[in-house]
């Protein structure tokens, strides 16, 4: 099972959980990854925009890559969109598996493939200043670890 | 051929999309990047660094060698910084 959402409202990872299990009786492990909007730097908000249509494409084609990957029963993923504060979930990586050692391996492969492919853009601001947010390499090093 | 611009690259654009006649001369995504450098300030803003800038045609991830052609969805955006 397959879940893909981009959505501006939270998330609540218990259901989440329970909706990618549900029936399965074949699921062994269930790893979350979930992000939060990072504070600090006196940051008091974030941003994100996406590109309708190809996020959701590309945030497939990562699940269709971890499932050659590794035995995945199911995957949700859900990244949130529009003004976030700091604390924020932002993101939402779950991977049902038979073994807790693919679950672990699929989620962080999901993560790091996502980080570097799927169109999202996060502008910060400061007060009344804002700034788009640079695209790290060690996000792109991450992601290469994978190929 | 339909243009979508997306982060700091539709703010100095100055729009999110257009539709453009593709030009006869223009035949890769780095080619359309150098005709739309010519196009006005914004323009010239947005696309004077090539190499701060990434592209999809119709949504897949492509190199600025990939050939375009009239009907293309073509986005051109910055590295993409979600998660």
Known sequence: MRTIRIQTETFDVSAEIAALTKGANNVGAVVTFTGHVRGGDNLTSLTLEHYPGMTEREIAHCIEEAEKRWPVLGATIIHRIGKLVPGDPIVLVAVASTHRKDAFSAAEFLMDYLKTRAPFWKEEARGAATNWVEGRASDEERAKRWE | ?83
């Open chain 2, 1 to 83: 051929m339909t243009l979508l611009y997306f982060a700091w690259v539709r703010q100095k654009v100055g729009r999110s999309e257009e539709t453009i006649d593709l030009p006869a001369h223009v035949g890769t995504v780095g080619e359309l990047a150098a005709w739309l450098a010519q196009r006005g300030a914004g323009y010239g803003d947005a696309f004077a660094d090539p190499k701060r800038l990434r592209a999809a045609v119709n949504q897949d991830h492509v190199g600025f060698d990939a050939a375009v052609a009239n009907g293309d969805e073509v986005a051109f955006f910055p590295p993409v910084t979600g998660g």
